[in-house]
């Protein structure tokens, strides 16, 4: 089992900044991936953004690539989403997930509310 718990969520003008955080417990031995994701209101939960747990390599959703950065620290089992240049269509609940070879697990998930 892995536990995941988000934090750093908020309201933002457009064209601002927010630092989300992941911190993982558990079985964070057997994680290979962690990622971030959103849901905006009546719509789908999206990829956002990804990082390898061991060789931190990462990979982007289109729509969020030059602007947000994924990053880890082993050390304090911790994922981290940096998110500038915000614009309205950022905003939605964000969720962080770990992938296991067996399971996936998320965190509750925070809001991100990008309006002037």
């Known amino acids: 089992q892995v536990r995941l718990v988000e934090s750093g969520g908020g309201l933002v003008q457009p064209g601002g900044s927010l630092r989300l955080s992941c911190a993982a417990s558990g079985s964070i031995i057997n994680v290979y991936t962690m990622g971030w994701y959103r849901q905006a209101p009546g719509k789908e939960r999206e990829f956002v953004a990804a990082?390898?747990?061991?060789?931190?390599?990462?990979t982007y959703a289109d729509s969020v690539k030059g602007r947000f950065t994924v990053s880890r620290d082993n050390a304090k089992n911790t994922v981290y989403l940096q998110m500038n240049s915000l614009k309205p269509e950022d905003t939605a609940v964000y969720y962080c997930?770990?992938?296991?070879?067996?399971?996936?697990?998320w965190g509750q998930g925070t809001q991100v509310t990008v309006s002037s």
């Open positions: 990082i390898s747990w061991s060789g931190g390599s990462t």
């Open positions: 997930n770990a992938a296991t070879n067996a399971d996936h697990y």
